[in-house]
């Protein structure tokens, strides 16, 4: 019935026009700026509303919405070349976690003959072959100094120290150490005999539970540090 509606609807205006005493083209002229006229109105409805929504309900608006930390590393876009750099670094990490998760401890040698670092490390890592549970990471310093200002707390386990080195001896050394790091267990290692009560006049604060006389061999020095840290 849209038809028969805009018929009547047309009377109706015709109606309306004459009695007003106006012409048809008067009537077309109004009704044309009427038209705009809603248009315009219309417009700025829209607008007030569009204010409306993004500020007074400001939280409820989609630009409001925060983003997880999570999410931002989803949608960022790193530069050219950073991506393949962030995978890179992400491999290296996951090595080197991996790395670590395949051993059971990590000790540190600290000797100045270069010799009986390798051949400690060499013996141990060895060793590590014949056991799926309790294998050891060994690192080796052969400079004492470098070795302290290498050092960090809660890496080591274990440290095998010679007492008889140049600049800085085992003794004076593991006092520094411990200072650093209070939970790490220290093995001394020496060639000589140890005078044990002049030893703790000089050092008190030392205990020497632990002392590995040289040359050892390599089951003896594996299980002297199995001893030490299990």
Known sequence: MPS???IQDDVVEKIII???????????????????????????????LSIILFEVFTEKSAWSIPVRQADEHMITIPASGGFSLLLMQREAHKTRTKEQQRFWKRIL??????????????????????????????????NPVVALSEFKPNLYDLLLIDINMPNIDGFQLSEIILDI??????????????????????????????????????????????????
């Open 4 to 6: 028969s509606t805009f």
């Open 18 to 48: 004459a009695s007003k005493g106006l012409t048809c083209r008067e009537c077309l002229s109004r009704t044309y700026y009427l038209h705009i006229d809603m248009q315009t109105t219309g417009v700025m409805v829209l607008v007030a």
């Open 109 to 142: 040698i600290i000797d100045d003959d270069a010799d009986i670092t390798l051949t400690f490390k060499t013996g141990i890592e060895n060793n590590n072959n014949t056991t799926l549970t309790k294998r050891i990471e060994v690192h080796t310093s052969n």
């Open 181 to 230: 790091d209070i939970n790490v267990k220290i093995c001394y290692m020496s060639s000589g005999e140890i005078n044990r009560d002049a030893f703790r006049e000089i050092h008190p604060s030392i205990s020497l539970g632990c002392f590995i006389r040289k040359p050892v061999t390599i089951d003896h020095l594996i299980d002297r540090i199995m001893e030490e840290l299990d």
